[in-house]
């Protein structure tokens, strides 16, 4: 026979304020002073952080691609030019006098303008590179350039340059691209798209948060503490740009996980809060209860969101380590926020927490007690009766799903990124389709080490021989360095072109080598990513097991967590492959598909989705475990658990979904598919794998469920963690062994 000790029940009997509680109800209003006037300090200091922060970090700077194209840009600027002025003469050709000449004036302009240098055009440019930079129809040609200095200084050098160039002149129409203007224009649009998120989310969100609570006044607290966390966080990033890169990007993370898990633990902490009130507990005492439980809850909740965001640290490139940045100061000031400002604010409304319920005015009479969440309590017997079943079936539809993913190509972000009317966009698609050789998009060798001319020509004439080679121009020699440029017959990015830097790689020659390039850049990214992924997964893993332990006590709970969670998000990775690599629905939503991924994007989305579907496991998981220590018997401690949180899951699965769509209107693809995706997988957790999933494999599991060897329940006893209150061990219950 076993003993299973009884945990009080919410109204049993008031429990003494520990001191947490104490500590953050001692001042209330204090309390909320002080965070009203950090606040306002973090306004200030996060002003102006998405002019700080850069569009580009999906390179390995230690690659070496990035060490070769440094390397050009202080020896050959020319071999490196990042604007690039489309000149564009109508029905004339560009070798109309009138047009030429116009054209070498500009030229001439944009060499005397400072922080510009390696200025050439096709009307300066030796005749054997001079067809490279004029369209085939003869009627457009480029000038190209290099602005120089870090990515904010390039910024703010084209917004001073640009006016004066884009337009008309004369009997020429010139737009202005490369990728300084891509990268420029992606972050101009992205700080516009997420104002604009913000605006739709935030009304909708209140919404939502009405329909949930009913009351007005319990709609607001969660919705203020997430405008804390995200004030917060922009202080944060603002700071961090002083010491390092951070991605623009990172700002939709910020608003997103800001808004969306605030509301998460500030609607489980005000949803137990609430119920202690209504079994007649004090505020003090509701607040006290809350903390012990749900307050619990939710730091745990934090730390394994935190845990999955802090793997893409493992990543060189600051794009990812950017997100982590972000995500994890998200994370811990909205928990912070959840446990700290909003007790105080609980205990100084007291029961005006059910204050403008607006749901009286739809409603006949309250539900009884114990009523609320009957369908979820009736979904989970139905559930458990059919386990096998249910168990099976949404197994192979959540592998169905994600199937698409195994036809995965990865690739580059670039201008395609764009809305297609974007200028940028305009003029690197009229390279791609109206320019010999894709300009840009080749390779370049850097050589390094004294070499003869004989010397060059023959590695020259080798790396011509390659199958993959279009052709070879070069060398442009300086002191003991010079470099080639190669075009491939194909895409800039396709398979042969990344196969073609590992044969240019392995090309032996008399002196040193270094290739990079966009394929090479993306070669060596894909190897980065695909070194420190199993680093970056095993970290996930092994704490999240730790942490799920602790919880729980149980060996078999951590493992199936892991395996839940990432079943949980083969839906995302089957669409994002199915619509924007293979283009499907790219029309309604409004985006360019460039037939890839770009590589970074699976593993940013995996970590922040992972946390998420753990966020939604733990507060499930912390539920059951408290029922189960309270009654010992397995299935209805798995029925009560689904009872009292699966609205409260799927209410918060729907109103972070708001959030998400909310990013992926954005006309950035990459953002709009971060959004999209991460709002299905949470959707998909929610509501198929926490609602149906789980409740059958538990059921299956049985008892078994909770099953520790000796030396791990001793472990567990001492520093575990559990949402439940302290055992009464005068209150015992016998049941049936395992």
């Not at 309390?31 to 973090?42: C, R």
């Not at 922060?53 to 071999?79: C, H, I, M, N, V």
Request: hydrophobic share 50%.
């Amino acid at each position: 026979m076993t003993q299973v000790n009884k945990a009080p029940h919410p109204g049993d009997g008031p429990p003494r304020p520990g001191g947490w509680t104490r500590f953050v109800t001692a001042r209330p209003r204090l309390s909320l002073l002080v965070a009203l006037v950090l606040t306002a300090l973090a306004v200030v200091a996060g002003s102006g952080v998405a002019d700080r922060l850069g569009s580009g970090g999906w390179e390995d700077p230690a690659a070496e691609s990035t060490y070769a194209t440094k390397a050009l840009e202080r020896q050959f600027p020319d071999s490196q030019p990042n604007l690039l002025l489309l000149v564009d003469s109508g029905r004339a050709s560009v070798d109309t006098p009138a047009v030429a000449a116009r054209a070498r004036e500009l030229t001439r302009q944009l060499a005397a303008e400072q922080g510009v240098t390696g200025v050439g055009s096709y009307w300066q440019t030796a005749p054997s590179a001079a067809p490279a930079l004029r369209a085939k129809d003869g009627h457009e040609a480029l000038i190209a350039a290099r602005i120089t200095g870090d990515e904010n200084a390039m910024g703010r050098t084209l917004d001073r340059i640009a006016p004066r160039y884009r337009g008309t002149h004369g009997p020429v129409q010139v737009r202005i691209g490369g990728i300084v203007a891509v990268r420029h224009e992606m972050q101009t649009i992205i700080k516009e798209d997420l104002t604009r998120a913000e605006m739709i989310a935030l009304p909708i969100t209140l919404v939502l948060l009405v329909m949930v609570f009913g009351s007005a006044v319990a709609a607001l607290l969660p919705l203020g503490i997430g405008i804390v966390a995200i004030l917060g966080t922009n202080a944060v990033l603002r700071g961090l740009t002083s010491f390092t890169d951070v991605s623009v990007f990172a700002l939709n993370l910020t608003t997103a996980l800001g808004l969306g898990l605030a509301i998460d633990y500030a609607l489980f902490i005000v949803r137990r809060y609430r119920e202690e009130l209504s079994a007649g507990a004090d505020p003090l005492t509701a607040v006290a209860t809350t903390l012990r439980t749900a307050g619990r809850t939710v730091l745990f909740s934090a730390l394994t969101v935190a845990v999955s965001l802090a793997a893409m640290m493992v990543f060189p490139q600051y794009f990812l380590r950017s997100f982590a940045y972000a995500g994890i100061a998200v994370v811990l000031l909205a928990a912070a926020a959840a446990l700290i400002l909003l007790p105080a604010a609980l205990i100084l409304l007291g029961h005006r927490v059910n204050s403008l319920d607006l749901r009286r005015l739809v409603r006949r009479a309250p539900k009884a007690d114990g009523a609320e969440g009957t369908a979820w309590a009736r979904t989970a017997s139905l559930v458990m009766r059919r386990a096998p079943l249910f168990a099976l079936g949404t197994t192979a539809l959540l592998v169905l799903l994600g199937l698409p993913f195994l036809g995965v190509k990865f690739g580059t972000a670039d201008d395609r990124q764009l809305p297609s009317g974007a200028e940028s966009h305009v003029v690197q698609q009229h390279l791609r389709d109206g320019f010999p050789g894709s300009p840009g998009g080749g390779l370049e060798i850097l050589a390094e080490g004294r070499a003869t001319d004989a010397q060059y020509a023959a590695y020259k004439q080798r790396v011509a021989a390659l199958s993959e080679v279009d052709r070879v121009d070069g060398p442009l020699v300086k002191g003991d360095s010079a470099y080639f440029t190669v075009q491939p017959k194909g895409e800039s990015v396709d398979t042969a072109a990344q196969s073609l830097v590992g044969d240019l790689r392995s090309l032996k020659a008399p002196f040193a080598t270094k290739v990079t390039g966009t394929a090479a850049v993306l070669v060596d990214s894909k190897h980065a990513i695909g070194e420190r992924l199993p680093w970056a997964g095993a970290f996930i893993v092994i704490v999240t097991l730790l942490l799920v332990f602790l919880l729980t006590g149980s060996v078999l709970i951590p493992l199936q967590a892991v395996v839940l969670n990432a079943l949980s998000l083969t839906a995302m990775f089957g669409a994002v492959v199915w619509v924007f690599q293979d283009g499907h629905l790219s029309g309604a939503l409004g985006f360019t598909s460039p037939g890839s991924i770009e590589t970074t994007l699976p593993v940013l989305m995996f970590c922040v989705a992972f946390g998420l579907s753990m966020d939604y496991g733990v507060f499930l998981l912390s539920r059951i475990k408290e029922e189960y220590d309270r009654t010992g018997d397995h299935n209805e401690a798995v029925r009560h658990g689904l009872q009292r949180t699966g609205g409260l899951i799927t209410a918060a699965a729907v109103i972070l979904a708001v959030v998400m769509v909310a990013i992926g209107t954005s006309r950035v693809t990459n953002t709009k598919m971060l959004g999209l995706g991460i709002a299905l997988a949470v959707l998909m957790d929610a509501m198929v794998v926490r609602s149906l999933l789980v409740p059958a494999i538990m059921r299956l599991t049985g008892r078994a469920t909770w099953w520790a060897p000796a030396p791990l329940r001793r472990f567990h006893q001492r520093f575990g963690l559990s949402e439940g209150e302290p055992a009464a061990p005068a209150e015992v219950k016998e049941t049936a062994g395992v």
